[in-house]
T-cell receptor, first 114, second 108 residues
Framework: DGGITQSPKYLFRKEGQNVTLSCEQNLNHDAMYWYRQDPGQGLRLIYYSQIVNDFQKGDIAEGYSVSREKKESFPLTVTSAQKNPTAFYLC?????????????FGEGSWLTVV | AQRVTQPEKLLSVFKGAPVELKCNYSYSGSPELFWYVQYSRQRLQLLLRHISRESIKGFTADLNKGETSFHLKKPFAQEEDSAMYYCALIDAGNMLTFGGGTRLMVKP
């Protein structure tokens, strides 16, 4: 069953701790994205990656870090520097070429800082 | 940098009424625009894209470069249209930018 898998679905973190959200895709897509979704603020881009070993900051990259060591994986680390980390996080991917604008989304991960 | 604006956070209409969800954008290049929809407890999914000039579930959207708009329209709203709608723009570098979203509520 092809698609994008995010884990964990729900995560609680103590203040001051780093936490890593997993995003894996078996669609052979080149581009991958991380978005944050807050009520009333829509989707905001955190980081995106067009190819392996390359990634760019989005609009709200501060307090986050990513890596792209493998094509199928794009983990997001929420660091202790992120001031307001409680949010819903969405991972997405898209294929290259003429279908590059077809974005596929994961089911999301809820992060709560306690 | 590109920007996508959806001025209405909430739009409430009665079943059978026309619907227009507004979207304005700013981008220096030639834009590719989309509408995404998120139904309750479901993944975000593509509704339509401007290059296809298609109608999906009765919805259409026309790109107006003069007004830099890409409004989503449906002549007769249905209850099952109730969802969160996002307008999005992709640039030449594959960066996809979303608007703030509009929640559509269709009342019986």
């Amino acid at each position: 069953d092809g698609g994008i898998t995010q884990s964990p679905k729900y995560l609680f973190r103590k203040e001051g701790q780093n936490v890593t959200l997993s995003c894996e895709q078996n669609l052979n897509h080149d581009a991958m994205y991380w978005y944050r979704q807050d009520p009333g603020q829509g989707l905001r881009l955190i980081y995106y990656s067009q190819i392996v070993n390359d990634f760019q900051k989005g609009d709200i990259a501060e307090g986050y870090s990513v890596s792209r060591e493998k094509k199928e994986s794009f983990p997001l680390t929420v660091t202790s520097a992120q001031k307001n980390p409680t949010a819903f996080y969405l991972c997405a991917s898209s294929p290259p070429g003429t279908e590059r604008n077809t974005i596929y989304f994961g089911e999301g991960s809820w992060l709560t800082v306690v | 940098a590109q920007r996508v604006t959806q001025p209405e956070k909430l739009l409430s209409v009665f079943k059978g009424a026309p619907v227009e969800l507004k979207c304005n954008y700013s981008y220096s290049g030639s834009p590719e625009l989309f509408w995404y929809v998120q139904y309750s407890r479901q993944r975000l999914q593509l509704l339509l894209r401007h290059i296809s000039r298609e109608s999906i579930k009765g919805f259409t959207a026309d790109l107006n470069k003069g007004e830099t708009s890409f409004h989503l329209k449906k002549p007769f709203a249905q209850e099952e249209d109730s969802a969160m709608y996002y307008c999005a723009l992709i640039d030449a570098g594959n960066m996809l930018t979303f608007g703030g979203g509009t929640r559509l509520m269709v009342k019986p």
